[in-house]
């Protein structure tokens, strides 16, 4: 017992000294086993995937801005400088409330000189006017020539046209003096103001922007660039869903309204405009806002499906000896238990929705627990199957 023990406790020390160097062998050994009976199993399996039920989305995704479906700009017609300012930012008016008014001391004085000449223009033709009718009444007598009567009526054609040149200057000075107050031109939202009171407005070669007024904010639309690749599926009417980061956990819903025909390039992709309207009654969604837009295009609920890349079978060689004129494009071969056998079948099929990962498979064969075959283990490249690796 006393000679038993030391050399126990010898072979312990021994292991322990060199226990990294057993695990090594040990390692190394166990992978030199999995190859070898690898090898042995090569050409004996099939590849599979699984035939499951569920459902299948075709969706087209996308980004937009969110924006009110109708926005006016409102400018000035004159120059001058800003008197008074009514409304602010998220104001609401109504048609025809006052926005802002622009200092008139120009404009009015503008209206009284076309006045002034309207006045002298009228009394220049009043004057000749009666002198023209003494001239016809002398000419009548026989008293003055003919070409005294005409020069009499010719001032006064003269006189009557500078009145109607005075007063379309007068109406003119009157209406500039009207645009010194702007008004809204709709019902709705002001969501921007470009100018302070003070500030002189320009309007000599362009209409300066003052106001920027969403007529209804309860309406909103999304405009969101979709490629050429996926434009064809889009059509009027169909139903979208979208997320903003304001409010993460929830789905919004909308409804695509337009498809425009004007392509725009960005970053060398040929783009779409697809219009979405939105239903924002509860105001929630604010202008500008990014919309991440799912575009649903069909749907199947409760159907058969695989992963596409189950579908790459090109012949059934080395899976079905005999299998007549049946090709992987019409049958699947279908790894099946059979009264407790594992079991080779071909079914016939046709593919339905195809989604970007995965297809819908349409057969009243097929059955729960069914495998596609789609290769292999051990087969060349070029025997026309789907070459894999050693089972696993």
Known sequence: MNKQQPKQHKFWNWVRRRKWWIVLFLVVAGVFVYFMNGDKNQGSGFATATISRGNLRQVVTATGEIQPLNT??????????????????????????????????????????????????????????????????????????????EQSQTTYEQAEQSVNRMRSQYDRAVTNLGYATITSPVDGTVISRQVDVGQTVAASFQTPDLFEIAEDLSKMQIETAVSEADIGMITEGLPVTFTVDAYPTQTFEGTVRQVRLSPTIT??????????????????????????????ISERTDVWKVQNSALILRNFDGIVENPGDATPADHLAIQRMVDGELTVVLVPYEKGLVTATETEIVSDEIQEGDRIIFGQYGLTASSGGARMGPPR
């Open 267 to 296: 970053s060398n992709v040929v783009v779409y405009t697809v219009v979405i309207d939105v239903d924002n009654t509860d105001l929630r969604l604010k202008p500008g806002m990014t919309a991440f837009v799912t575009i649903l």
């Open 72 to 149: 006016i700009n409102v400018g000035s017609q004159v120059s001058g400088t800003i008197e008074a300012i009514y409304v602010d930012y998220n104001s609401k008016v109504k048609k025809g409330d006052v926005l802002l008014k622009i200092e008139p001391s120009v404009l009015q004085a503008s209206v009284d000189e076309a006045e002034a000449s309207l006045v002298s223009a009228e009394s220049q033709r009043n004057y000749a006017k009666s002198e023209y009718e003494r001239n016809k009444a002398l000419y009548d007598d026989g008293f003055i020539s003919r070409a005294e009567l």
